[in-house]
C-alpha cells in the first residue's frame, strides 16, 4: 500500500502565501505522475497542477503565473507552492500520485492511484 500526507493547509489573506507538502511511503515501486487537486464547497474536484518523474509540468489555467508545482524524486515529494492567492482559491487540497507498488520481494507488482486526506486552504478577502 502507497499512503500520502499533505501539508501545509491554512489561513491567509488575499495576496498571501502558502506552501503545501505532500509525502508518500510504503510499497513504493515508482512514482509516475504527482499532482495537487481541490475541490471548494459545491464545485467538482478539479485538477490545480501535476509533474512527471521527469519534471514536465501542468497548471490550470487559474493558477499559472502564481502557483509552482515541484517535487524530490529520491525523498518520494512533492510541494506546491502558492503567491499570490485569491479568494477564489480557497478549497480543501489533495495529494495525489500514481505508479507501481512492490510485489514480493523486489519484484514490480501492480498499478496504484492514491489520494491524501486533503489540506484546507482558506483565503480571505
Known amino acids: 500500500q502507497v499512503q500520502l500526507v499533505e501539508s501545509g493547509g491554512g489561513l491567509v489573506q488575499a495576496g498571501g502565501s502558502l506552501r503545501l507538502s505532500c509525502a508518500a511511503s510504503g510499497s513504493i515501486f515508482s512514482i509516475n505522475a504527482m499532482g495537487w487537486y481541490r475541490q471548494a464547497p459545491g464545485k467538482q474536484r478539479e485538477l490545480v497542477a501535476a509533474?512527471?518523474?521527469?519534471?514536465?509540468?501542468n497548471y490550470a489555467d487559474s493558477v499559472k503565473g502564481r502557483f509552482t508545482i515541484s517535487r524530490d524524486n529520491a525523498k518520494n515529494t512533492v510541494w506546491l507552492q502558492m503567491n499570490s492567492l485569491k479568494p477564489e482559491d480557497t478549497a480543501v487540497y489533495y495529494c495525489?500520485?500514481?505508479?507501481?507498488?512492490?510485489?514480493?520481494?523486489?519484484?514490480?507488482?501492480?498499478?496504484?492511484?492514491?489520494w491524501g486526506q486533503g489540506t484546507q486552504v482558506t483565503v480571505s478577502s
Open positions: 509533474i512527471t518523474s521527469g519534471g514536465s509540468t
Open positions: 495525489n500520485a500514481d505508479g507501481y507498488q512492490y510485489s514480493s520481494g523486489s519484484i514490480r507488482g501492480g498499478p496504484y492511484n492514491t
